[in-house]
C-alpha cells in the first residue's frame, strides 16, 4: 500500500491504480459545470512519481479509466498520448468498470489491453467491482472509501484500503474523484493513507455505507 493511493506488486513489478477518471473535469466542463483544469496532467504526474520510485514494469487499473464520452476531449487524449509516448515499452491493462462501460475503450493507439473483470494473475482476481464472483482473492476498487478520524474536537477523512477475507478495495487514485465513508465493524481491516505514510487504523473493520 502507498500514501498516494495505490498498491505496488514487487513479485510482478506490477502498480495498481483504482479510479482514476480521466476526463472527469473535462466531461462537467463539456456539461458547462465551471471545474479547474489541470487534473490529467496531476494524475499523469502522480504515477510518474510512483513509476520513478519503484520498479514498475505493468500497471493494472482496477476500472474507470475513462470517466465518460465527453472525457475523450482533445486535450486530455493529447496528454495521455504524450505520457505513453514516454513510457512504451510499460504494460498497461485495463479491467473495465461501470463508466468505462459508457466512456468506451481508450484508444488503440494507447496500447492498453482492456479485459473484463475479473483478470487473474498469479492467484490474485483484479475487477473493478469489489463483490465480482472470481476464483481468486478480489482486488478492486470502485467505492472510493474514505475513512473519518475524529478526535476530541476535530475530524479528518482520508482515503483508505479495505481488506476482507474474500476481497479488497483500494482507495480512488484520481485527483478529482471524492470519495464515500465507511463505517466500523468487524470483518474487514482499514489503512488509511496520509501524505506520506499508510497506517492501519487499530481494531476497527469497515463496511461501506455508500457506494458509486
Given at each position: 500500500?502507498l500514501?498516494?493511493?495505490?498498491?505496488?506488486?514487487?513479485?510482478?513489478?506490477?502498480?495498481?491504480?483504482?479510479?482514476i477518471h480521466?476526463?472527469?473535469?473535462?466531461?462537467?466542463?463539456?456539461q458547462?459545470?465551471?471545474?479547474?483544469?489541470?487534473?490529467?496532467?496531476?494524475?499523469?504526474n502522480?504515477?510518474?512519481?510512483?513509476i520513478?520510485?519503484?520498479?514498475?514494469?505493468?500497471?493494472?487499473?482496477?476500472?474507470d479509466f475513462?470517466?465518460?464520452?465527453?472525457?475523450?476531449?482533445?486535450?486530455?487524449?493529447?496528454a495521455l498520448?504524450?505520457?505513453?509516448?514516454?513510457?512504451?515499452?510499460?504494460?498497461?491493462?485495463?479491467?473495465?468498470?461501470?463508466?468505462?462501460?459508457?466512456?468506451?475503450?481508450?484508444?488503440?493507439?494507447?496500447?492498453?489491453?482492456?479485459?473484463?473483470?475479473?483478470?487473474?494473475?498469479?492467484?490474485?482476481?483484479?475487477?473493478?467491482?469489489?463483490?465480482?464472483?472470481?476464483?481468486g482473492?478480489?482486488?478492486?476498487?470502485?467505492?472510493?472509501?474514505v475513512?473519518?478520524?475524529?478526535?476530541a474536537?476535530d475530524?479528518?477523512?482520508l482515503?483508505?484500503?479495505?481488506?476482507?477475507?474474500?476481497?479488497?478495495?483500494?482507495?480512488?487514485?484520481?485527483?478529482?474523484?471524492?470519495g464515500?465513508?465507511i463505517?466500523?465493524?468487524?470483518?474487514?481491516?482499514?489503512f488509511?493513507?496520509?501524505?506520506?505514510?499508510?497506517?492501519e487504523?487499530?481494531?476497527?473493520?469497515?463496511?461501506?455505507?455508500?457506494?458509486?
Open positions: 500500500m500514501p498516494q493511493r495505490a498498491a505496488y506488486w514487487p513479485a510482478q513489478h506490477a502498480l495498481l491504480v483504482a479510479d480521466f476526463g472527469k473535469a473535462a466531461a462537467f466542463r463539456a458547462g459545470v465551471p471545474v479547474p483544469r489541470g487534473t490529467t496532467t496531476q494524475n499523469l502522480a504515477l510518474d512519481v510512483l520513478a520510485a519503484h520498479e514498475v514494469q505493468h500497471i493494472i487499473f482496477l476500472g475513462l470517466h465518460a464520452r465527453a472525457s475523450h476531449a482533445s486535450a486530455t487524449l493529447a498520448r504524450k505520457w505513453r509516448a514516454r513510457h512504451t515499452p510499460m504494460k498497461l491493462t485495463l479491467v473495465r468498470g461501470n463508466h468505462d462501460a459508457h466512456a468506451g475503450d481508450p484508444p488503440v493507439d494507447l496500447n492498453i489491453t482492456v479485459v473484463d473483470e475479473p483478470y487473474e494473475l498469479d492467484g490474485f482476481s483484479f475487477c473493478h467491482h469489489p463483490h465480482a464472483h472470481a476464483r482473492y478480489v482486488v478492486a476498487g470502485h467505492l472510493h472509501p475513512y473519518r478520524l475524529t478526535t474536537g475530524s479528518v477523512r482515503p483508505c484500503f479495505v481488506f476482507g477475507e474474500a476481497s479488497s478495495v483500494l482507495p480512488s487514485f484520481g485527483a478529482f474523484t471524492g464515500f465513508a463505517n466500523p465493524q468487524q470483518s474487514e481491516r482499514v488509511v493513507a496520509t501524505e506520506d505514510s499508510v497506517f487504523v487499530p481494531g476497527n473493520t469497515a463496511i461501506f455505507n455508500s457506494c458509486i
